[in-house]
């Protein structure tokens, strides 16, 4: 039916994926029995040589390549591991070498993390393509998302209209990503309750994202953990110290070596410092962990305590999420609005009553308001319009859509932690993060009431922060939770004493001298955790991290922003060696292959109110979805297709792919259908960062006979 096609682009290889090239990368397994001391010294020779800053440059390989070597930036951290902080060292180094046989020269600059933090998120930097004295290319951290739900922390990231700055409704979507398509079934996937509508167009959504990917996710980790066994009722994949109801120090399971150290309090490892002491302006996990036991939400993440054994990974169906300071769950009073009663005898810190004031004040003069400078605005501007005062104990929250994650947004402690109206009501909302109550670390008299289950003691910047058990947590009262209903942590834990040691040489020792009882980002060889295992007082384990690994992309670097270089610096990636000699090195065993923001990890049941798991349970992980994988050929094809559409002003595009949605099809003779017959200056602009070009003979008019054949000829193929 159509005629045969004249090969006239030397340049342009149409090929299809390679799939007998494909590796399976699911798991890669690693044994060895050495020592403690073996193990720790070969740790601590890993960690120890970076430098605080400095750049190293690889020179592309001798490959003939029609276009000139393109320089890209990485700004990273110097801290040589995964993590929110992590700088990814040995994956970067890897990367370098690969993507240099493509042309592309990679630099890498490394920065401590603040100034790291500040050149790749704050406002004067995230539009910012690199320079030397600001801005970013590209970069690496890890994105933690909840196992409960998708949200929050998901389509703030992702809607082409909440970009970080210049918008309205501010979020954070950094890249920025301006996918129209996706956005379209982004918002019916998160407007949807319906288990199988829901999945059908996070599905759809995840293939818009890896055609057009606005990130190049590596891996989802398997990692492991290590607490001592005296440490009961913990959680770490998705309760973490959100829920502490259940904590508790069994003093019977303690070492001798452990009997140095209080026995009442709980020693936790963190990495990060402590910059600010009020909720709304945490930026860190450290922050996060001091804010969150101290203040409350309206709901909290949690799970079925019942079921769990610590030390175990939970189902996902353990998992849920449980009224906080709200007494009950939301009930929608209108389509857009829903009804919160609020726990009533609940008590700040300083003996001042809670009430509906507090919770609105917080909502819309901080957490709503850019003014504030909260650093969770972008987490609610997309979803919430504002709450309002029905009654002393009672409140109604007035949305923008409807969200199938209402809960588990209203259990985000970031903006999600209610402040105290009597103390903040007279103050601008752009004075409160100069306040003592957020700056003041000396003097314990400015600090601001809480009423979660501890509060601030002691901080010591750079050394630890202590908190002690408050006696007027609402939990620990009867006449709030009802009699025999009240809850944790267990009287055997006074106080949480969260110990700055960022060194993971440092923290692997301290755990294996007992001198601590868990902490985050357990960095050491596998050989190390093996060991570890056969521990008596030791609790060794793994579970799946709920976290990404990606590298973010800076759109506004003109060669990035194509993404058919996107795509070749994806297949480039050593994913094989990555898996097999590098992530074993951090004390990851198991990998899974990346893919978008949605994790293994996700699933949803309707309804989804507070765990009560009736009607059909879906997994929105894609599992049909492709991966990404090492094709150094392939990378190179991409390249090809980028130079070709640079340096053809006639087609700025792939043979037949006319709207660059990574597929020749309906779409592609629909725009050759609607310019038919139509003489104009190729490529035409359709929206910002998608030129098209309908004449896909090149003869200076799009024509339904020829123009079609090339079409037809190609419809189905792969770019």
């Known amino acids: 039916m159509y005629g045969e096609i004249e090969k006239s682009f030397s340049i342009l290889k149409v090929k299809k994926m390679r799939k007998e ?19 720790t010294l070969i740790s601590l020779m890993l960690i120890s040589s970076f430098a605080a800053s400095g750049v190293v440059t690889v020179q592309a390989l001798d490959e003939s390549h029609p276009w000139d070597d393109i320089t890209l930036h990485a700004t990273i951290t110097v801290n040589p591991y995964w993590g929110y902080y992590g700088g990814y060292h040995d994956i970067w180094q890897a990367i370098k070498t690969e993507v240099a046989k493509i042309g592309i020269n990679l630099e890498i600059h490394y920065y401590t993390d603040f100034v790291w933090y500040d050149r790749v998120w704050t406002d004067g930097n995230w539009d910012q393509r690199w320079t030397g004295d600001g801005g970013w290319d590209l970069t690496m951290f890890e994105w933690w998302l909840q196992p409960h739900a998708l949200e929050p922390w998901f389509s703030s990231m992702l809607y082409s209209w909440l970009q970080p700055q210049y918008t309205e409704e501010e979020g954070f979507n950094v890249h920025p990503w301006n996918n129209s398509k996706a956005d379209e079934l982004l918002e019916k996937a998160m407007t949807s309750f319906d288990a199988e509508t829901r999945k059908f167009y996070i599905d759809k959504w995840q293939e818009v994202f890896m055609h057009d990917a606005p990130w190049i996710n590596l ?37 001798t070596a452990r009997q140095a150290l209080h026995q009442d309090w709980v020693y936790y490892a963190v990495t990060e410092d402590i910059w600010s002491l009020l909720p709304p302006y945490m930026d ?16 909290s993440w949690s799970m079925n305590w019942d079921n769990f054994v610590t030390g175990t990974q939970p189902d996902p169906t353990d998992y849920i999420i449980s009224a906080n300071l709200a007494d009950g769950f ?13 726990k009533q005898g609940v008590k700040w810190s300083d003996g001042d009553q809670f009430d509906a004031d507090d919770v609105v004040m917080t909502l819309n003069n901080i957490t709503l308001n850019k003014l504030s400078g909260n650093t969770g605005i972008g987490d609610w501007v997309w979803w919430l319009k504002n709450a309002t005062k029905v009654g002393t104990y009672q409140v109604d929250l007035h949305l923008k859509r409807q969200v199938a994650d209402l809960l588990s947004l209203l259990a985000n402690d970031w903006g999600g932690l209610i402040m105290p109206h009597h103390i903040f009501k007279d103050v601008a909302p752009q004075n409160i993060e100069q306040r003592d109550e957020n700056i003041n670390f000396d003097d314990p008299t400015a600090w601001a009431p809480v009423t979660g289950p501890f509060k601030l003691k002691e901080i010591v910047a750079g050394e630890y922060c202590l908190l002690e058990r408050n006696p007027l947590y609402f939990g620990f009262d009867e006449n709030v939770m009802g009699v025999g209903q009240t809850w944790g942590p267990d009287p055997s834990v006074q106080a949480i004493y969260l110990k700055t040691v960022p060194d993971p040489a440092v923290r692997l020792l301290e755990f294996q001298t007992y001198r601590l009882d868990l902490g985050e980002y357990p960095t050491a060889p596998l050989e190390v955790w093996q060991v570890m295992e056969d521990d008596p007082y030791l609790n060794v384990f793994q579970y799946d991290y709920p976290a990404s ?101 006639a087609a700025n595009g792939p043979q037949g792919d006319a709207d660059f949605s990574g597929l020749v099809d309906l779409d592609d003779f629909l725009i050759l259908r609607d310019n038919a017959g139509v003489t104009a200056d190729w490529p035409v602009e359709v929206v910002p960062g998608n030129m098209i070009d309908p004449d896909f003979d090149n003869s200076g008019t799009p024509s339904m006979i020829d123009d079609f054949d090339i079409w037809g000829a190609l419809y189905g193929v792969e770019y």
């Open 21 to 39: 090239k494909r590796k399976e990368l699911n798991f890669m397994e690693f044994k060895n029995t050495e020592k403690y001391i073996l193990a």
């Open 219 to 255: 891996y989802y980790p398997r990692i492991y953990e290590t607490m001592g066994k005296w440490l009961e009722g913990y959680e770490p994949t998705g309760v973490w110290w959100y829920d502490v109801s259940q904590l508790k120090l069994n003093t019977g399971l303690m070492p």
């Open 284 to 299: 860190t996990y450290t922050e996060e962990q001091m804010e969150v036991l101290q203040w409350s939400s309206l709901y």
């Open 330 to 342: 939301p009930t929608q009073i209108g389509p857009l609005q829903y009804r919160v009663n609020l």
């Open 549 to 649: 690994n990606p590298i973010w992309i800076n759109f506004n670097n003109p060669y990035l922003s194509n993404r058919w270089i996107r795509k070749a610096i994806g297949h480039a990636i050593p994913y094989p060696k990555i898996f097999s000699e590098i992530l074993p090195s951090w004390g990851i065993e198991t990998a899974y292959p990346g893919k978008t923001y949605v994790m293994p990890v996700h699933y949803y049941t309707e309804p989804n109110t507070g765990g009560d798991l009736v009607g059909t349970t879906v997994h929105l992980f894609n599992e049909e979805l492709e991966p990404w994988y090492y094709d150094i050929e392939l990378a190179e094809d991409y390249m090809e297709l980028w130079w070709y559409s640079e340096n053809n002003p």
